[in-house]
């Protein structure tokens, strides 16, 4: 239900980033998360987590939602419309994602249909 900023090996180099297709559900599922003031958090991809850590985790999460859509928000005011633009932008800024840079383009597309975009193909 959250990712943070990612997926990591077992170096702690990111590896893919969140993938998600729908911003504003994606945000209200963390929120949700956040409401519940979990004790413990169990996900697939990360150690069990207690505590001030797991609201750590979800508040990370949500930020990087954030983030994205800020990238987002200024290339599109800077005149860039190309998905394929927008995606690099956003792994230069908030990557990398050295193989997987592909994936963050599901987030940075939400958040171009968020902004009133055209969804780009490129």
């Known amino acids: 239900a959250a990712l943070e900023t990612g997926i ?3 170096e702690g180099n990111r590896l893919i980033p969140p993938r998600y297709f729908d911003a504003p559900a994606y ?4 929120r949700k998360l956040q409401t519940l003031r979990p004790e413990h958090l169990l996900t697939a991809h990360y150690p069990p987590m207690r505590g001030e850590e797991a609201l750590d985790f979800l508040d990370r999460s949500l930020r ?3 983030q ?4 987002v928000s200024e290339g599109l005011g800077e ?3 190309g998905l394929r633009e927008l995606t690099g932008r956003a792994d230069e800024r ?6 997987f840079a592909h994936e963050l383009a599901a987030g940075v597309r939400a958040h171009m249909a968020l902004l009133g975009a055209p ?3 490129r």
Request: net charge neutral; proline share 8%.
């Open 27 to 30: 945000q209200a599922t963390i």
């Open 68 to 71: 994205v859509h800020g990238v």
């Open 94 to 99: 908030l990557g990398p994602y050295p193989e």
């Open 64 to 66: 990087f939602t954030h």
């Open 8 to 10: 990591y090996d077992r």
């Open 119 to 121: 969804a780009a193909r």
């Open 79 to 81: 005149g860039i419309t």
